[in-house]
């Protein structure tokens, strides 16, 4: 073995250190590969979390003996059978994807080619994709952002844990053959871009959607047959993580013959047996004498399995090559023993500088109107039909709420309840200010919960980040966190599991912080699901919250000035929390027609998207003293945009005033076009023009 392949392998000095005080002697290059990837970021989380969970993807209660199990990753497949090996059928995924500008050809190029693939791995397996966002900045541009979100539902008897309980039992490997595909690929995920070499890079997975519906399949078969005791799906560091993270949650051993692992390439050594990344495959933890009934099982659906080894009551992790042992380590020293790495923290010298811009020089437009559009017709704004066309949404024909509105809503077979979905986080903001970048992502994802008409329950995250070694996106990284697990508590939505992804950067260049909130809630009822579309002609405008001078950070403030400066909009929590019951008790009373929530482009882009969903126009009349850009295109937070029947007028302000919340009527619907007026402006759009932009964005460009 080399001197310094624990350097090669990812590996510091301290840590090479370490891990021969831990085995009291020195690692085989075996065992050195298991530890490089178990103690890479990709696995261990070397840098403080918001929360670990122990096991692969969370799970909430929602009533009537069924649980949701989520989780929020960074690819399609991977986090599917985080999603069923606990049990559950998936039933939905949600994506967040940022990209460089449209303008340039290879970001063209590359968001066609992973729309393409998301749509192709979950139309293929049966989930449909039914809601998500998109953002693009330049910041993305040499390093794209895949962040996918699945749900799924499942009876809780029917729970599956991610352990090897029992020694005696058997550990049985099923779905795809192993190949030397991703290996080493959890060392390389914690490597800036342009530090790996191409060598690295090549090591390229592969996603198989038909072998994956078949293994999601047979899985959810097994787990009816009683005879599984536990399960994990072979992500990150492969077969390494499985075995040593199951054994280390149910304080056991496994041992693990590699001759007996079913492989599709000739003389795979071990280290690449016990490193590689292939996808589609699980690790089931069986009853002891069940193996025979499980094969069988196995077999009818056509996929590969073997019984690799057993559960030990040892402790350790132990490899052997037939009969001889080639790596022997303590499970929890592989998974507990990770050095954790608490890295200084400064302010950026760019923060200081950008928050004191004075927005108060900025000259006002001549023509809002043309202002508006613009807004409608950035990709960020501007409808992602382009996208979601090439997702079914509709395979299981249960979702209520299609993609296009604030949150997708399902429903739950035999009752008369629902399942709402969303995922938020604006990277504008955490740059400018993380910690209430952090707040606010939390916030606007439980707002457009409540705008659907539910209650929000429970919150799964990914935290991409650049380099944490580094002070400033160290100090990024805790400010943001801080700022979401603050407005979880205050809203109790408790962060149940998620993901830390670093190192997303280029040349020294990171992209700019993008903390990711996936967010679950309960409509309890469906005949309170509620949209963002305006209904019919002559029902009121009513905003809840308060228009405010805040410029900050703004859509409006990065598209029309080229500024990126200020400091985005202040979330008064208690004011918040007023906003969102008041917005949920109407609804719940039948009162609430519409609900949708302001935040990117501000109200007059709230507005806009309203009468484009409902497809009918409104009359509205802002009179604060307020200037008008501040007023159309700020991004203040705590508003919500209701609508109600006209004659329910004096019931729903009395309800308001009950509720001591702000509130203000600005209009009613009604038209063929969004007229605005202020003091000495007005915004006035035809829905035509802004329908032909605002779908018609993403489409031009991609075919520019």
């Known amino acids: 073995m080399k001197d310094d392949l624990w350097r090669e392998m990812g590996l ?4 090479y250190a370490q891990i021969k005080d831990l085995l009291k ?14 103690w890479s970021e990709h696995c261990s989380y070397k840098n403080p979390v918001l929360q670990e969970t122990g096991e692969n993807a969370g799970i909430v209660d929602i009533g009537d003996g069924q649980a949701v199990v989520f989780k929020n990753a960074t690819d399609v497949g991977g986090v599917i059978r985080d999603v069923f090996t606990r049990g559950a059928r998936p039933i939905a995924l949600l994506n967040s994807l940022r990209f460089g500008s449209l303008k340039n050809k290879e970001t063209r190029s590359l968001f066609e080619g992973i729309v393409a693939e998301i749509a192709t791995y979950g139309n293929r397996i049966g989930i449909p994709t039914v809601a998500g966002e998109v953002y693009f900045h330049p910041s993305y541009e040499d390093n794209c952002l895949v962040n996918v979100l699945c749900v799924g539902l499942m009876e809780q008897q029917e729970l599956v844990k991610g352990w090897a309980a029992d020694p005696g039992n058997s550990v049985m490997l099923v779905g795809a053959r192993t190949g030397r595909d991703g290996i080493q690929g959890a060392t390389f995920a914690a490597e800036e871009r342009g530090a790996v070499s191409a060598e690295k890079e090549a ?7 038909p072998l994956g519906e078949l293994l ?15 399960m994990q799906a072979l992500g990150a560091a492969g077969l390494t993580s499985s075995a040593c993270e199951m054994a280390m949650r149910a304080g056991t051993g496994i041992e693990i013959d590699v001759v007996k692992v079913p492989c599709r390439e000739t003389e795979m050594s071990v280290s690449e047996i016990m490193l590689s990344e292939s996808q589609e495959r699980m690790l ?12 069988e099982l196995i077999n009818k659906w056509g996929l590969a399995s073997a019984v690799i080894g057993r559960v030990t009551a040892d402790g350790f ?3 052997k090559e037939g009969e001889q042992t080639v790596a022997r380590i303590p499970a929890q020293v592989l998974t507990e023993s990770c050095p954790r790495y608490d890295w200084e923290a400064r302010e950026p010298e760019y923060l200081a500088q950008a928050q004191a811009y004075d927005l108060g020089t900025l000259p006002e437009m001549e023509d809002y109107s043309k202002v508006l559009l613009t807004l409608l017709g950035t990709p960020t704004i501007a409808s992602k039909e382009w996208v979601y066309n090439q997702y079914d949404h509709l395979l299981d024909v249960d979702t209520v709420v299609p993609p296009g509105s604030g949150a997708a809503v399902l429903r739950v077979k035999r009752f008369n309840k629902g399942i709402a979905l969303t995922v938020d986080g604006n990277s504008r903001y955490v740059y400018l200010d993380p910690y209430r970048g952090g707040q606010i992502a939390v916030a606007e994802a439980a707002r457009n919960l409540v705008c659907s008409g539910a209650r929000p329950l429970a919150v799964t995250d990914c935290l991409n980040f650049g380099n944490p070694e580094k002070p400033e996106i160290f100090w990024q990284f805790k400010e943001a966190v801080a700022g979401m697990s603050d407005v979880c508590r205050e809203l109790e939505t408790p962060v149940i599991g998620g993901k830390a992804s670093f190192y997303h950067e280029t040349e020294g260049e990171a992209i700019y912080p993008t903390p990711v909130v996936g967010m679950i809630g309960l409509v309890e009822d469906l005949a309170q699901v509620t949209t963002v579309a305006f209904k019919q002609e002559a029902d009121l405008i009513i905003l809840l919250g308060q228009n405010k001078d805040e410029l900050g950070a703004s859509t409006y403030l990065s598209v029309i000035h080229g500024l990126e400066a200020g400091r985005p909009p202040e979330l008064n929590l208690e004011l918040e929390k007023q906003v969102q019951n008041a917005a949920a008790e109407l609804i719940k009373m039948g009162l609430a027609v519409s609900a949708h929530d302001c935040a990117e482009g501000g109200l007059a882009v709230a507005l806009a998207e309203c009468c484009l969903a409902g497809k009918i126009g409104a009359e509205v009349a802002l009179t604060e003293n307020l200037r008008p850009s501040s007023i159309l295109f700020g991004e203040a937070q705590s508003r919500i945009i209701v609508t109600i029947r006209k004659q329910k007028l004096d019931l729903v302000l009395q309800q308001l005033k009950n509720m001591q919340v702000p509130y203000k009527v600005l209009g009613n619907v009604g038209g063929e076009a969004l007229g605005i007026a202020g003091v000495g402006w007005k915004v006035n759009l035809g829905l035509k023009e802004m329908t032909e932009k605002y779908r018609g964005a993403i489409a031009c460009l991609m075919e520019y």
Do not use: A, W
């Open 317 to 319: 992790l132990t490899i």
């Open 216 to 230: 999601m399949e047979v899985c959810l078969e097994l787990n009816k047959t009683g005879y599984v005791v536990g």
């Open 203 to 209: 090591t390229v997975l592969q996603g198989d959607p």
């Open 12 to 15: 510091s000095e301290q840590e």
């Open 25 to 38: 002697r020195e690692p085989n290059e075996v065992e050195l590969g298991m530890f490089s990837v178990m």
């Open 284 to 295: 089931v933890v069986l009853q002891q004498g069940k193996e025979k009934e499980v094969q």
